[in-house]
Each structure stands twice: as C-alpha cells, then as structure tokens.
C-alpha cells in the first residue's frame, strides 16, 4: 500500500467519525464550509471548496483550477469530486435537491457562511431541505490529535525553535525588527516550512509592550527588550513560540518581570492535564503573576489550541469550563506589559498525553542577554 494510501485512510476514520456526531446531532447531512475543515476530513488544500458530509458518500465541490489538484488529494479518502462549473453554492443547494425523499436536516455552520451565501444556499436547495446550524463538530474532532498529527506538530515546533536559536546570533543594536522577522521567515522556509503560521512578531524596546506588535523598520537599541512570537507551517501544522530576549545587560527590575513570567508559565504548563477545565490552567498563570504584583500587566489569555490553525479549540481563557482531553495540542503563553518600558512574553506549545504532558517547543527559557 503507498504512502497516500495509508494517509487515505487515516483521514477516511475521520469522515466516519463525523457521521457518527451527526447522527447524535438527528443531522442528515452537513456541510463543510471552513477550509482547514475541509483539508482535514478530505486532504484538499485549496482556497475554495465544500464539503458535503451525506450517510452514504461525500463531495467535494471545488471550481476549475482544481481540477487534477484536488482529486489527487482527495484519492483514498473515498471522497469524490465534483468541479462546479457555476458556483459552489448553487451547486451544493442543487445536489441537495435531488432525490424524492421527504426534508433533510442539513447542519451548516453559520458563523463560516456569510448572510448572502446562506440566501443562495436555501434559494437553491428549495423547502426540502431544513438548515440547522452546526457549531465546532469538526473543530472538536480536529482538538484531539492522533499520532501522526502530532509527530508533524512535534517537527513543527523543533522547526521553530532551532530558528530561534539561529536568531539569537542576528539580535544586536542597529538591525530593525523587519530584518530579524524576514531572516525569521526566511529559515522557516529553508527548513521545509511552506511559511509562517501568523504573521512574524518581532517588536523592541516600547514596543514590545504591544501584544501583537507588527515588526516596523525601527533599529533594535541597547539595553531593549525584544519579544519574538514566531511560527512556521510544516505539512499543513502549525506551530507558534515566543522568546523575549534582552540586548545588553538586563536591569534587575527587567529580570524580575522575566521571572515573574517563567513562573507563570510554568505553573500554567503544571496546571494542565486531561480532564483539567481550560480555566484552571488560565488561573494558574493569573494567580502566579498576581503573586509578584503583576496581574495588572498580563492582558490576554494564556494560550489557545493549536494544529491546522495558529488558533483553534480548546480556549485556555479566564472561566472556561470545557475540559482539556489527552491529544490536545495548546500555547501557554502568559506575558507582562509595561506601557512605556516594554513587555515579556514566554511560549510553548504543549501535548496533553493520557500521563502527563510533552513540551514541543525546544528553545531556552533562560533570560538572554545578549
Ligand atoms: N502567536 C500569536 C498568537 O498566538 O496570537
Ligand atoms: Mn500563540
């Protein structure tokens, strides 16, 4: 059996997997709007398509320029292609129609279908058919990773991290934070990466103090912070880091912040495990930082999940009950942030396993001076 059988295969239990939520949903049908979605039940990895989940056969309607990409990719699946010759929507809504059966059930997720997509959709699928929105059945297949997905993650984020290593050689007073993130995405790409997983954050001095900072053409200074959150692509996975790094010899105020942070992070990473509630691994890192006097200054969420999207489900957010599950893939990623002076951010991406968990991210936790 070939290599594209066997992942075939792997990914056909999916398509089982998900008749089997909808039943328990009283679902007919589903369709499949969001593209990491779509890439995950059937291998397809183009811009533009639907996936049309039945009992007893799948589709997969794209437009032209697909036409050899996208039944190869879809081979082994048992998912067959239909090249819509005048708009998926119209396409979709008339396959729905067939048949002399009474109404279908068809669950859709509003939140990926825009108001006007969905007025075509029923336009053309008639009365038959009753839409019903669907909410995260493939995103909550897709939060628990099997094997082979979390081999590529594991490879993702050794990717990102030996990049890492190789900029702390670049960081010195005089080279822009536009610089670094371009060598940053450069090497992702040299390594096999097909590109970043958002876009590259490299942010010094003030700056660093902003979240999501964009790199700009400002010229890294002595004596600055600077926070680099990068992530590479590797056969469709992401991975997501972030290091903050000082030039010069750090003040013990500075270095006191960093360490405040690494504890918060590493009692968010002791917090997690299978069957924890997502919130209790944010309270963890909260509680940490309201110890050293720092709750006020960390102003996001300490991590998300992570896989074929940079952001998915599980939500490790203030108050979140769902319970994290053996094959989640997450971020912690707890941070300070002083207006004026700059911010910390520390970065992992971590495996829930059945007995404890795996970090991924391999690069150093000490404070760099450099
Ligand atoms: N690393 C970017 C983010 O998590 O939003
Ligand atoms: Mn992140």
């Known amino acids: 059996m070939t290599e594209r059988n066997l992942e075939g295969n792997r990914i056909r239990g999916r398509i089982e997997r998900l008749r089997i939520r909808i039943l328990g949903l009283r679902g007919d049908a589903i369709l499949v709007t969001h593209l990491p979605n779509i890439a995950y039940l059937c291998g397809f990895t183009g811009s533009n398509g639907m996936l049309l989940v039945e009992p007893h056969r799948a589709t997969l309607f794209t437009d032209g320029r697909y036409t050899i990409q996208a039944p190869e990719e879809a081979a082994g699946t048992g998912v067959r292609v239909r090249i819509a010759k005048k708009g998926l929507l119209g396409e979709v809504g008339t396959a729905l129609r067939g048949g002399d059966r009474g109404k279908r059930r068809v669950l859709f997720p509003p939140s990926k279908v825009s108001v006007g997509q969905a007025q075509q959709l029923r336009a053309a699928s008639g009365p038959r058919v009753l839409w019903s929105s669907d909410k995260n059945t493939v995103e909550e297949l897709r939060a628990v990773k099997d094997a082979g997905e979390l081999d590529t993650m594991r490879e993702a984020a050794r990717l990102i991290s030996e990049v ?47 979240p999501h900072a964009r790199p700009t053409q400002r010229q890294i200074g002595k004596n600055e912070l600077v926070v680099l959150d990068l992530g590479a692509i590797l056969r469709g996975y992401c991975s997501d880091m972030t290091r903050t790094v000082f030039v010069g010899k750090a003040p013990r105020k500075v270095r006191g ?23 209790d691994v944010d309270a963890a890192a909260r509680r940490t930082l309201r110890r050293h006097g720092l709750a006020k200054a960390f102003t996001h969420s300490t991590g998300h999940g992570l896989g074929l999207e940079v952001h998915e489900i599980p939500r490790l957010a203030r108050g979140d009950t769902a319970k994290l599950a053996a094959g989640n893939v997450v971020t912690i990623e707890p941070g300070v942030y002083i207006e004026g002076s700059g911010g910390i951010r520390i970065e992992d991406d971590v495996a829930i396993g059945e007995r404890g968990v795996e970090i991924l991210t391999r690069a150093t936790k000490e404070f760099l001076e450099l």
Do not use: C
Request: aromatic residues 8%; hydrophobic residues 50%; without cysteine.
């Open 164 to 210: 890492f290593d190789e900029l702390t050689g670049l960081i010195q007073p005089g080279i822009t934070e536009n610089e670094i993130a371009a060598e940053a995405e450069y090497r992702m790409r040299r390594k096999g990466a097909s590109g970043p997983s958002f876009e590259s954050i490299v942010a010094a001095g003030p700056r660093s103090a902003l």
């Open 257 to 279: 912040w960093y360490h405040a942070v690494l504890d918060a992070q590493l009692a968010a990473i002791a917090a997690l495990g299978a069957g924890v509630a997502a919130g």
